[in-house]
């Protein structure tokens, strides 16, 4: 019944096309180099042709393959301008849509997960998808008692096509790093491999959903629409109408960059803080800007937030040690830092660094919780990953000695991800404000006093 590319091997066949072309166009560029080219210019050329065949096959593809495009998407911020410029639109569309599933199909799934009688959960139901993803598409409908919904209907076969394509692109992985300096990608698509089995039960995702929903229900500033129904393959929730993030980012004015901004930083921190769950898919396809409600103050735009497929359970919230050593970081308390980096994992007991390097390292990164209010930029973003992904870099050289434990993977990938969002924004954001109030360890302990001796004064 699927209608993603049905044979195994004609997915394979375009993905396995991939380093091929890679490898014409080092061809070619080896070529444009003996003509007299310059290094940099060709190596350009040859990183905005990859993408342009890279984007266009992910999106095709759907699945494993659509997914991790919409994650690398997030960080053509880090890109060259000139390379990054002529295909963001083709990322933006990576993020707001897909080739649909024919209306036969969509029936199909209904029939089969909610019964053959679904018409009668539904007043009005839209055959047209609204929107399109990695593993399903949205249909607009009104439910049985008159609310507007959105209709979440899996994708047949999704599950085998998602571990096929990343099982694919990790053999290859080695080759995509050119486009995305500074950033390993075969950690970020083992780490989805991983969470093959959670992205495709809406069980667990109305779970999620139902728990944010809850928990912000009063909230001025974050809306999470609430769940109506759900059964395997199917997800219905409230429809939420607003403006997508893409086109914020797109044309927006400085006072709704400004404000997603601000409630991205707030969303990113405040809900492990809140929920003790982690939203782990931080595209701008997966965020709206909603009109302030009746009575606020002019400008209170609110942020809506979408698909709760993938969220990292952390019943503490964030951990101590992130705010701890950023604090420890902002304070210039090297040493400190650095036995706290050590105990957690993040450097290895046979590696031996020198504590004032690290601390060298790590401030450039911290930059926005240095200062009151912080504008991300794509040229902030782009430098931070050109000394980072430099081999002749101090930093290069000091990063290939650090390590990632396990437990922090999702964390890391979310906050980057957030960042490039907040750098294709350009938004000027408070971040110091929101670490201070929602992330655990960022605000030192007030020493409790001595407690007075018996008959002192």
Not at 124 to 147: L, M, T, Y
Request: net charge negative.
């Amino acid at each position: 019944m699927s209608d993603l590319p049905r044979k195994a091997v004609t997915r394979t066949a375009k993905l396995a096309a991939l380093p091929l072309g890679f490898a014409g166009r080092a061809t070619w560029g080896l070529g444009k180099r003996i003509g007299g080219r310059s290094a940099e210019l060709v190596a350009r050329e040859v990183q905005q042709r990859t993408a342009d065949q890279l984007f266009k096959t992910l999106g095709e593809l759907k699945g494993g393959a659509m997914k991790l495009g919409q994650a690398l998407s997030v960080f053509e911020s880090a890109l060259p301008e000139e390379v990054a410029g002529p295909y963001r639109a083709a990322l933006t569309k990576l993020q707001e849509a897909a080739p649909p599933l024919p209306a036969h199909t969509v029936h199909g799934v209904l029939a089969e997960r909610i019964g053959e009688d679904w018409r009668e959960y539904f007043l009005e139901f839209e055959d047209k998808p609204s929107a399109a993803a990695s593993i399903g598409q949205v249909h607009r409908g009104v439910w049985h008692d008159g609310r507007e919904v959105a209709v979440k209907v899996q994708y047949p076969g999704a599950g085998e096509a998602l571990l096929s394509d990343l099982t694919q692109l990790s053999r290859f992985a080695r080759l995509l790093g050119p486009l995305i300096p500074g950033m390993d990608i075969k950690p970020l698509i083992k780490e989805m491999r991983d969470r093959v089995s959670e992205e495709l039960d809406y069980e667990l995702e109305a779970q999620a959903q139902r728990v944010h929903a809850a928990e912000f229900a009063d909230d001025p500033d974050v809306v999470i629409p609430g769940v109506v129904h759900q059964s395997d393959q199917v997800l219905v929730t409230e429809w939420m109408e607003g403006i997508p993030l893409a086109d914020v980012i797109a044309d927006g004015t400085a006072e709704q960059r400004d404000r997603a901004g601000q409630l991205l930083a707030r969303f990113l921190f405040s809900g492990p803080a809140r929920t003790g769950l982690l939203h782990a898919d931080p595209h701008p396809g997966n965020f709206r800007l909603l009109p302030e409600e009746e009575g606020a103050s002019a400008g209170a735009w609110r942020l809506g937030v979408l698909d709760f497929g993938t969220v990292d359970r952390l019943p503490g919230g964030l951990p101590a040690t992130i705010g701890e050593s950023l604090r420890m970081t902002l304070e210039g308390n090297a040493a400190a830092v650095y036995g706290l980096l050590r105990e957690e994992g993040f450097v290895k007991e046979s590696i031996e660094l020198e504590p004032d390097e690290v601390l060298d390292y790590l401030l450039p990164i911290i930059e926005p919780a240095q200062v009151e209010e912080f504008t991300f930029s794509r040229g902030w973003l782009r430098d931070q990953a050109a000394r980072i992904a430099d081999p002749r870099s101090p930093a290069h050289q000091l990063g290939r000695q650090l390590n990632l434990p396990p437990s922090y993977l999702l964390i890391h990938r979310v906050t980057l991800s957030t960042i490039g969002v907040l750098c294709q924004l350009g938004a000027a954001v408070r971040l110091r404000d929101e670490l201070e109030a929602w992330l655990p360890g960022f605000v030192a302990e007030t020493e409790e006093p001595e407690p007075v001796a018996e008959g002192g004064v």
